[in-house]
């Protein structure tokens, strides 16, 4: 079971990066993939979720506010989180987690999820 988050990097105000998590089949068929990030000093919050069933329920942190979407690509078995009109405080170290048989009103909770991926930093300048 892995999951390889990449796509992060410096990118200055107003920018936009686009975030890749490749994750196992077994993982990305049942269950969801959601996007999380930690900067210094701060707890680890969500940024995005995708439910990995059919239909795709999505959930979006507050911040986003419309600059960010997640999607998925089945037959790469890998979640993107495109990331535009970035700011400087998006930046942090960006994890994505998968959870089997998570459910949307836990998409939230980072102990319901059963494997993380490593980080990838996204630096935001201003």
């Known amino acids: 079971v892995q999951l390889q988050a990449s796509g992060g990097g410096l990118v200055q105000a107003g920018g936009s990066l686009r975030l890749s998590c490749a994750a196992s089949?077994?993982?990305?068929?049942?269950?969801?993939i959601g996007w999380y990030r930690q900067a210094p000093g701060k707890q680890r919050e969500l940024v995005a979720a995708i439910s990995t069933t059919t239909g795709g329920v999505t959930k979006y942190a507050d911040f986003v506010q419309g600059r960010f979407t997640i999607s998925k690509d089945y037959a790469k078995n890998t979640v993107y989180l495109q990331m535009n009109s970035l700011k400087p405080e998006d930046t942090a170290v960006y994890y994505c987690a998968a959870g089997k048989g998570l459910i949307y009103s836990s998409y939230a909770t980072p102990t319901r999820y059963d494997y993380w991926g490593q980080g990838t930093l996204v630096t935001v300048s201003s």
């Open positions: 089949g077994s993982i990305f068929v049942a269950g969801a």
